[in-house]
T-cell receptor, first 115, second 117 residues
């Protein structure tokens, strides 16, 4: 079984300040972990993914995430928020083997960026 | 690469009619596609897994006779909402897994917003 918990349903930051979106997971297998972004009425865009290589993963648009097995966390960060970062973010877990590679989504975090 | 399209992007229909939504992988082959449903301000919920050439696998609580899935080729899956009712109004998103790519990564379509009057 696997699950994902996004600890904050809403995060508000000022433009130019750091972003931290928190994600904790549980998985019976060595998981693959993803962060997706969704802008209003749009599909999902992959920001980055962890698949058992380097624990610090760099993604698009300046985002990065660190896989911490001891803390079962995969928090998403960005040094400096931009207005265009305002969107919904989903942390997603998939088992590396078995279970048909099903994705389990977190509840989402809405990021708001103030000017 | 790895582009998934959906058609239509939005549809409004009357209660009792059926609506078909198409999901296409444009530049890769996908033996497996997934259909998700997303209610406003909520996360995505997997409805069913669509396998090319075989029957779809539905998640618990999803009516297979209401949400008909056909995966007739390696690049096309369709979801038909039969006898639609207002409670079926939602954002439907498909994803596809590249036959030749990373097993764990799914590529998502832009979604279809269905409004049933």
């Amino acid at each position: 079984a696997q699950s994902v918990t996004q600890l904050d349903s809403h995060v508000s930051v000022s433009e130019g300040t750091p972003v931290l979106l928190r994600c904790n997971y549980s998985s019976s297998y060595s998981p693959s972990l993803f962060w997706y972004v969704q802008h209003p009425n749009k599909g999902l865009q992959l920001l980055l993914k962890y698949t058992s290589a380097a624990t610090l993963v760099k993604g698009i648009n300046g985002f990065e995430a660190e896989f911490k097995k001891s803390e079962t966390s995969f928090h998403l960060t960005k040094p400096s928020a931009h207005m265009s970062d305002a969107a919904e973010y989903f942390c997603v877990v998939s088992p590396s083997i078995g279970a048909g590679n099903m994705l389990t989504f977190g509840g989402g975090t809405r990021l708001m960026v103030k000017p | 690469g790895a582009v998934v399209s959906q058609h239509p992007s939005w549809v409004i229909c009357k209660s009792g009619t059926s609506v078909k939504i198409e999901c296409r992988s444009l530049d890769f082959q996908a033996t497996t596609m997934f259909w998700y449903r997303q209610f406003p301000k909520q996360s995505l919920m997997l409805m069913a897994t669509s396998n090319e050439g075989s029957k779809a696998t539905y998640e618990q609580g999803v009516e297979k006779d209401k949400f008909l899935i056909n995966h007739a080729s390696l690049t096309l899956s369709t979801l038909t909402v039969t006898s639609a009712h207002p409670e079926d109004s939602s954002f439907y998103i498909c994803s596809a897994r590249d036959l030749a790519g990373d097993d764990n990564e799914q590529f998502f379509g832009p979604g279809t917003r269905l409004t049933v009057l």
